[in-house]
């Protein structure tokens, strides 16, 4: 069964950091792509970083470059993204995504994805 646990949510101020992680148990972590989305209430839930089962390849959104990371850790099964100089329109609920299929067409659609975890929570206030 796989699994996906986020955690590392919560709190902070404009132009502070958080920094998420996301365990993958269940499949081979080094065979999969590895995603950040996140969905603001009323919002589509859109991709923001995504990294290849090597990392050779990262994928950026828009609103994550210059800001955010995505790095992965196979010894730990856990990809991790840093987020610096938050914003409140980062707010969202972030979700961590494994995909184990044809990924790397569309690393930042949720429709890529497969499996998903709970999501974390993020707020930031100004």
């Known amino acids: 069964q796989v699994q996906l646990v986020e955690s590392g949510g919560g709190s902070v101020q404009t132009g502070g950091s958080l920094r998420l992680s996301c365990v993958l148990s269940?499949?081979?972590?080094?065979?999969?792509?590895m995603g950040w989305f996140r969905q603001a209430p009323g919002k589509e839930r859109e991709g923001v970083l995504a990294?290849?089962?090597?990392?050779?390849?990262?994928f950026y959104s828009d609103s994550a470059k210059d800001r955010f990371t995505i790095s992965r850790d196979s010894a730990k099964n856990t990809v991790y993204l840093q987020m610096n100089s938050l914003k409140p329109r980062d707010t969202a609920m972030y979700y961590c995504?494994?995909?184990?299929?044809?990924?790397?067409?569309?690393?930042?659609?949720?429709?890529?994805?497969?499996?998903w975890g709970q999501g974390t929570q993020v707020t930031v206030s100004s």
């Open positions: 990294i290849s089962p090597q990392s050779i390849h990262t």
């Open positions: 269940g499949y081979t972590f080094t065979s999969a792509t």
């Open positions: 995504a494994a995909c184990t299929g044809d990924c790397l067409r569309e690393p930042l659609t949720p429709g890529t994805y497969n499996y």
